[in-house]
């Protein structure tokens, strides 16, 4: 008898490989943006094209902040207007793009681009690969998107996980082990590299008035616990330490945390920048970087902080931990304590010995294991063995 073979579309044979990068985008984006936007670059030169389809509100202006990313970092961006959960458009849209281009890897980036993913592939014949960068914006929605992301994963042939607590999340969901693999976000260590000392960089965004700049970068909403943050810079200045605290990003808990600062009576404290293209020089002006989340998976901009060799105090959540050894490279806290986050600004307020050791040990730890290059590198052998497998 003769014996069947499995064969591999001529598409996927040829090089280089076009990956379809999936999400979909409110406003300007966060933190996945920096990875998807910037992979095209990277991946060239191992033989993939790869394009970033992003699904958003039609004269959404968010969107074209995101615009001005793609460009600086050479990617082409595709935008796929999306009406909202009903907006079934969406589908001859992205089915359109995958036959025009002739689409190899599908790589979706949350819960709607997981399950367009797995239909469309019953159009037109395509590797499934996701990444998880974790579910942290709660919504009355939110147990719909668990849900579908848990009949959707298990059917992808790789789970790329951001840190090991949503891997093993994603094995709870029934994923195979050996298709879901720990992949951790990096950082570019050229392009986030420090040129400048904090005093310059204070004098650069204008708050040259504070002794002790706190900073943290993020959208301005509830799981990022800028108001524990806020009650924390509150206490230090009771203690007589001029501290500020400088926040970059934008979001619907703007004016709420005007209010709180008037309240605690450090509105005069509070320099709210809004939102910034190039956050490097505004981590330049930190004496010190705050995670003050309560939810995350692993936040870029705690890789970005350490990078530029900004001392980093975050909470004790997600993958976190795994990057900041305790004392060693950066200081934990417990979630929503403030008291452990007075404690732990205050003891760097106090000691500049400290502040520059966790600087430079913050930045080899980012040289040594989250160097973007290298994960890139990962990523293509990941596409390799996917597109080789049957």
């Given at each position: 008898?003769?014996?069947?073979?499995?064969?591999?579309?001529?598409?996927?044979l040829?090089?280089?490989?076009?990956?379809?990068?999936?999400?979909?985008?409110?406003?300007?984006?966060?933190?996945?943006?920096?990875?998807?936007?910037?992979?095209?670059?990277?991946?060239?030169?191992?033989?993939?094209?790869?394009?970033?389809?992003?699904?958003?509100?039609?004269?959404?202006?968010?969107f074209?902040?995101l615009?001005?990313?793609?460009r600086?970092?050479?990617?082409?961006?595709?935008?796929?207007?999306?009406?909202?959960?009903?907006?079934?458009g969406?589908?001859?849209?992205?089915?359109?793009?995958?036959?025009?281009?002739?689409?190899?890897?599908?790589?979706?980036?949350?819960?709607?681009?997981?399950?367009?993913?797995?239909?469309?592939?019953?159009?037109?014949?395509?590797?499934?690969?996701t990444?998880?960068?974790?579910?942290?914006?709660?919504?009355?929605?939110?147990?719909?998107?668990?849900?579908?992301?848990r009949?959707?994963?298990?059917?992808?042939?790789?789970?790329l996980?951001?840190?090991?607590d949503?891997?093993?999340?994603?094995?709870?969901?029934?994923?195979p082990?050996?298709?879901?693999?720990?992949l951790?976000?990096a950082?570019?260590?050229?392009?986030?590299?420090?040129?400048?000392?904090?005093?310059?960089?204070?004098?650069?965004?204008?708050?040259?008035?504070?002794?002790?700049?706190?900073?943290?970068?993020?959208r301005?909403?509830?799981?990022?616990?800028?108001?524990?943050?806020?009650?924390?810079?509150?206490?230090l200045?009771q203690?007589?330490?001029?501290?500020?605290?400088?926040l970059?990003?934008?979001?619907?808990?703007?004016?709420s945390?005007?209010?709180?600062?008037?309240?605690?009576?450090?509105?005069?404290?509070?320099?709210?920048?809004?939102?910034?293209?190039d956050?490097?020089?505004?981590?330049?002006?930190?004496?010190?970087?705050?995670?003050?989340?309560?939810?995350?998976?692993?936040?870029?901009?705690?890789?970005?902080?350490?990078?530029?060799?900004?001392?980093?105090?975050?909470?004790?959540?997600?993958?976190?931990?795994?990057?900041?050894?305790?004392?060693?490279?950066?200081?934990?806290?417990?979630?929503?304590?403030?008291?452990?986050?007075?404690?732990?600004?205050?003891?760097?307020?106090?000691?500049?010995?400290?502040?520059?050791?966790?600087?430079?040990?913050?930045?080899?730890?980012?040289?040594?294991?989250?160097?973007?290059?290298?994960?890139m590198?990962?990523?293509?052998?990941?596409?390799?063995?996917?597109?080789?497998?049957?």
């Amino acid at each position: 008898m003769k014996r069947a073979t499995l064969r591999t579309p001529r598409h996927f044979l040829q090089r280089p490989a076009v990956v379809l990068e999936v999400r979909v985008v409110r406003g300007s984006g966060g933190g996945p943006d920096k990875t998807i936007l910037n992979s095209p670059r990277f991946l060239h030169a191992a033989g993939y094209e790869t394009l970033c389809a992003y699904m958003h509100p039609p004269g959404d202006p968010g969107f074209e902040q995101l615009r001005l990313k793609a460009r600086r970092w050479n990617a082409p961006l595709l935008s796929i207007p999306d009406h909202g959960p009903l907006d079934l458009g969406v589908i001859p849209r992205l089915l359109n793009v995958c036959r025009r281009h002739k689409v190899a890897i599908w790589h979706g980036h949350d819960y709607k681009s997981n399950l367009l993913g797995l239909l469309l592939t019953r159009f037109w014949p395509m590797k499934l690969l996701t990444t998880v960068h974790g579910w942290v914006h709660h919504t009355a929605r939110t147990p719909l998107y668990y849900a579908i992301d848990r009949f959707c994963l298990p059917r992808y042939q790789r789970v790329l996980a951001v840190s090991e607590d949503l891997r093993q999340r994603c094995l709870e969901c029934r994923v195979p082990p050996g298709r879901c693999i720990l992949l951790e976000n990096a950082i570019d260590t050229e392009e986030f590299r420090r040129r400048r000392d904090s005093n310059s960089g204070r004098n650069e965004v204008g708050l040259s008035r504070f002794s002790f700049l706190i900073g943290a970068v993020g959208r301005l909403s509830p799981e990022k616990g800028f108001d524990v943050l806020l009650r924390a810079l509150a206490d230090l200045r009771q203690r007589d330490v001029n501290a500020g605290l400088l926040l970059v990003g934008e979001g619907e808990q703007r004016r709420s945390l005007e209010d709180l600062a008037g309240q605690l009576g450090c509105r005069d404290a509070l320099h709210l920048a809004g939102f910034q293209e190039d956050v490097r020089p505004f981590f330049e002006a930190m004496d010190v970087f705050a995670l003050s989340s309560l939810r995350e998976g692993l936040p870029n901009v705690v890789l970005e902080a350490m990078a530029l060799e900004v001392p980093v105090v975050a909470t004790r959540i997600a993958g976190v931990p795994g990057v900041i050894d305790d004392g060693r490279n950066g200081l934990l806290v417990n979630p929503g304590s403030v008291e452990e986050l007075t404690a732990a600004l205050a003891r760097l307020a106090d000691d500049e010995g400290l502040r520059q050791r966790l600087s430079s040990e913050g930045r080899r730890t980012i040289e040594e294991r989250y160097s973007f290059a290298r994960r890139m590198q990962r990523v293509a052998a990941i596409y390799d063995d996917l597109l080789r497998g049957p």
